[in-house]
């Protein structure tokens, strides 16, 4: 099916044409007519499935010729979505006179109040920095038509659904919504059915399980070597580049200060990061200013981040789903890339609650001639190895009943 048969506007389909746009992806195929009907819509997609042309075309052919007042609300969790999801924006509509305006934190406020002051047809927005245009009058939400939450698991994971609800009591009860998340936890349910009214639900790509391009071990270490075996880990393995995510902002900057002590070109991209220092980061690391990017959940989906040849979870993900996308961001457009998890005896539930998630086991290695001290978890995985582990890692060497690693070197 082509985009000319959903009934889009001709400035849109002239916006789509310039993108180079040809087939629609799964989502978009079920997702614009749907909106293009007028029905509030819930998607269950994965970053990169295509999901913001999904919403937005429709959207943006239903909204007509421009009035200068907000009527297409879009909230994003983070600083980098809300840019990424204003430039497609932005780029769809092209050929029309729609304005738009993108409004986050960590920056000033002179360029949003000036976008606010001429009048925009569509924002894009963090919750936080919404909220505060609200509180200071220079925005209001009493003419939204259109209104969508973008990666709403991701915001209820920050802490923002009481903000999220606060802004959309402020928006007309005749709406439409959408309503986007890789997940749909309880408390998401919750929002949906306060928050939307008979809503279709689509499900495209929940994917349970890594792609088959990734690489994917768990070294097993005492807590007090992590740091000694992410660095040997570092000094062995032949990296292109390499993101380390970490639990926390504090453990991502101890981290980095580690490594640049150790001679890595390290950048760090976490949510107390300036959006000058975020983007700095990001276009350094995509250069290869950076070999290394110490990173927490904020740069494991939605970031347009290529080429990642391995990733290392020095602290393992709390929610199965993390661990899916944070490894997600190596093996990607069907390139191999090599995945490590540092796993602790204090992690021993979250690793279980992720293999029971994606339905294998997930190999235990250990790094040769690496002086290990005694962890309960090596005699764990004795016992379990006497029937093998399922799985194959791809290259790596058996030895003494332990499986060796890295699994393969580049």
């Not at 698991?153 to 007309?172: A, S």
């Not at 040769?368 to 309960?376: D, K, L, P, R, V």
Request: charged content about 25%; some cysteine.
């Amino acid at each position: 099916m082509a985009f000319s048969n959903f009934g889009l506007s001709p400035q849109i389909l002239e916006g789509i044409k310039a993108m180079g746009y040809v087939e629609p992806t799964p989502i978009q195929l079920r997702a614009i007519p749907l909106l293009m009907q007028g029905r509030d819509v819930i998607g269950s997609a994965q970053t990169g499935t295509g999901k913001t042309a999904a919403f937005a075309l429709p959207i943006l052919s239903k909204m007509g010729e421009p009035t200068d007042k907000t009527r297409f609300l879009v909230l994003e969790p983070t600083r980098e979505l809300a840019a990424q999801v204003e430039t497609a924006i932005h780029d769809f509509s092209r050929f029309t006179q729609l304005r738009t305006a993108v409004l986050y934190g960590g920056v000033g406020y002179g360029r949003q109040l000036d976008e606010l002051k001429r009048g925009v047809d569509i924002v894009i927005a963090t919750p936080g920095r919404l909220l505060d245009h609200m509180g200071r009058g220079t925005l209001q939400l009493n003419n939204v038509q259109f209104l969508v939450l973008d990666e709403a698991d991701r915001m209820l994971d920050m802490g923002f659904l009481p903000d999220v609800k606060r802004i959309v009591q402020k928006c007309p009860r005749e709406r439409q919504s959408a309503l986007f998340s890789a997940t749909i936890p309880p408390q998401i349910e919750t929002l949906i059915q306060w928050a939307m009214k008979d809503p279709e639900t689509i499900e495209i790509g929940a994917r349970r399980s890594p792609a088959e391009t990734v690489e994917h071990v768990i070294y097993p270490v005492a807590e007090g070597q992590k740091t000694d075996l992410l660095l040997q880990l570092l000094e062995r393995v032949h990296y292109e580049s390499v993101i380390v995510f970490c639990r926390t902002k504090h453990r991502a900057d101890q981290i980095a200060h580690l490594l640049k002590r150790n001679q890595h070109a390290v950048a760090v991209l976490h949510s107390n990061r300036t959006q000058r220092e975020r983007e700095d980061a990001l276009a350094g690391f995509r250069k290869g200013k950076y070999e290394v990017l110490v990173a927490t959940d904020i740069a494991s989906r939605g970031l347009d981040i290529a080429d990642v040849s391995h990733v290392v979870n020095y602290d393992v993900p709390q929610h199965p789903e993390d661990y899916i996308h944070r490894i997600g961001r190596t093996g990607r457009a069907e390139a191999s890339g090599d995945a490590f998890t540092l796993m602790v005896a204090g992690d021993a539930q979250h690793v279980y609650a992720i293999e029971r998630f994606i339905g294998q086991k997930v190999p235990r290695v250990k790094l040769e001639n690496f002086t290990y001290q005694y962890t309960a978890l090596f005699e764990e995985e004795k016992q379990g190895q006497k029937g093998g582990f399922p799985g194959k890692v791809r290259g790596a060497r058996i030895k003494g009943g332990y499986f060796f690693g890295p699994s393969r070197r580049r």
